[in-house]
């Protein structure tokens, strides 16, 4: 047992500990290193007092140690003024001597890294009811990144019973509680495994240590009345939906990467990646009008984002390890793509009406797919269509051409005012986010984010900026096109060509 761990378990019978006001709080390194810092000038305080006061010292030695040596009448007497400066440099000496000794011994003790990112936000010893099914710590991660748990443990103060996290990562911004019964380990719940209460009812303290056994944080058990923990919320305007089962299960995680319209991937609490679909819609099949916007759509709803999965109890079997209802921030996904029009009700889940009654109200709106007008093959939610079906264009929702090259500017031998001109002769927004426009030569331009609306003309100059054209340059101090003869070429975010055109 280390030093500080030695500390803080007899500082416990402190009546601040009780409290819950540690005399020995965790400081962050610039604060312990400060404490090192008074620690050494109070060390420099010291010896230097007891070079100026070497006199008084070595009569004190004498007259506590060596009594038989020391007479009174070797004090030399002291005017008024000298009192003074011996008095305020016994005041000096012990004070550097405290300072060396104390907020040293503090510094060397306190771990290394302890502004920590992760608190124990709750310790429930003695909970209303069955003592074993209501205890429980949990563990809160306050900052935004990832906290590998693994090797981690977690100790009452008697430290008869530990445990010890094993491949388990706490996700950003996110919580995961302990719980001293025994029951299946998920990404938001563990469990001691224990048939007995292990936390004193009277008082007690969890102390969480890293897999280098340094104190990490302390709390002692909750007082008066507790709730059990919290459950991951939902936005305001849809925790009260009826057709969302209020003891739902849920867990959150952070989406990794998206795999079409309605697919995603999430990496859960525990670092496993998991694959979720969207329960309750179908969205646009690849190859079909509109496919390619409708997993922009899911892409900027969800890519990076911590969301919620909430289970439905009326779906089982193996769907039930994928299909999700999933919430991020202040947005229900399903909800928000049938609503766009770029999803359809399909299956059979609790929510179900509602959402077809959100379809009807997208399509009476025009919305999306209802109001695209664009010719598709059979059900474009279920129904692939056979290659080279779609004959003037594979991918027909990208209709964005290339109208125009004023390739010889009239502005001086850099040419700034040189410009591509594209047109979106589609019937839907396009996000060009990631698309690009080159030459032969290889002088790149890549689009902002920016939605190209139908009928929306935008031209993209060498080196002049014009709002009323959409505002896209390359930036360039020397010309771009060639005068003789040259080839665009646009390319949408996945590389494959939209548009080119060449002259000469």
């Known amino acids: 047992m280390d030093l500080y761990r030695a500390i803080v378990l007899h500082s416990h019978r402190w009546k601040g500990i009780r409290e819950g006001r540690s005399m020995l709080e965790p400081i962050c390194d610039s604060s312990r290193l400060l404490l090192g810092a008074l620690a050494a000038l109070g060390g420099i305080i010291f010896a230097s007092m007891t070079g100026v006061l070497k006199d008084d010292i070595k009569n004190l030695v004498r ?18 003024r000298q009192r003074i400066s011996k008095f305020f440099g016994w005041i000096l000496l012990v004070l550097g001597f405290s300072a060396t000794v104390f907020l040293g011994s503090y510094a060397a003790a306190v771990p290394s890294r302890t502004c920590v990112d992760i608190v124990i936000s709750a310790l429930v010893c003695n909970p209303p009811g069955d003592d074993i099914d209501g205890e429980y710590v949990t563990l809160q991660n306050l ?150 916007r409708s997993v922009e759509i899911n892409r900027e709803l969800v890519l990076g984002k911590i969301v919620t999965l909430v289970a439905d109890p009326k779906v089982t079997g193996e769907d039930a390890l994928l299909l999700r209802y999933v919430f991020v921030e202040d947005t229900f996904v399903n909800h928000a793509l049938v609503s766009s029009g770029y999803a359809a009700p399909d299956g059979d889940c609790s929510c179900i009406d509602d959402f077809i009654n959100m379809y009807m109200a997208a399509c009476e709106r025009d919305s999306g797919f209802c109001g695209s007008g664009v010719e598709v093959y059979g059900n474009p939610f279920s129904d692939t269509p056979p290659p080279g079906f779609f004959k003037d264009d594979e991918d027909v929702d990208n209709k964005v051409v290339i109208v125009d090259i004023f390739y010889n500017g009239e502005k001086g031998p850099q040419e700034p005012d040189e410009y591509v001109e594209i047109k979106n002769e589609g019937a839907v927004t396009i996000q060009l986010e990631g698309w690009s426009l080159s030459d032969k030569s290889g002088h790149e331009f890549i689009f902002p984010q920016y939605l190209m609306e139908p009928g929306r003309i935008c031209r993209i100059y060498t080196n002049e900026y014009h709002p009323e054209w959409c505002g896209f340059s390359y930036e360039s101090s020397q010309a771009i096109w060639g005068n003789g003869q040259d080839c665009a070429t646009l390319r949408d975010m996945d590389g494959q060509i939209v548009a080119q055109s060449c002259y000469e």
């Open 63 to 80: 007259r506590f140690f060596q009594p038989a040596n020391w007479k009174e009448s070797d004090m030399v007497p002291l005017t008024r």
């Open 143 to 292: 900052s935004g990144k990832k906290i590998d748990l693994t090797g981690w443990t977690l100790c009452d103060y008697q430290n008869n019973h530990c445990y010890e996290f094993g491949d388990f990562t706490l996700q950003p911004n996110s919580s995961v509680t302990l719980w001293t019964k025994a029951g299946m380990n998920t990404n938001t719940d563990l469990y001691f495994g224990k048939s007995q209460p292990i936390w004193n009812n009277k008082e007690d303290t969890a102390y969480l240590h890293d897999i280098k056994d340094q104190l990490i944080y302390q709390l002692p058990c909750s007082k008066g009345n507790v709730s059990p923990p919290p459950t991951p919320t939902l936005p305001p305007d849809y925790d009260d939906l009826d057709c969302i089962p209020r003891d739902a299960p849920r867990e959150t995680g952070q989406v990794v990467d998206v795999i079409d319209g309605r697919t995603i991937e999430v990496e859960r609490n525990d670092g496993l990646i998991v694959r979720v679909q969207y329960l309750g819609i179908a969205t646009i099949v690849k190859g079909q009008p509109l496919y390619k």
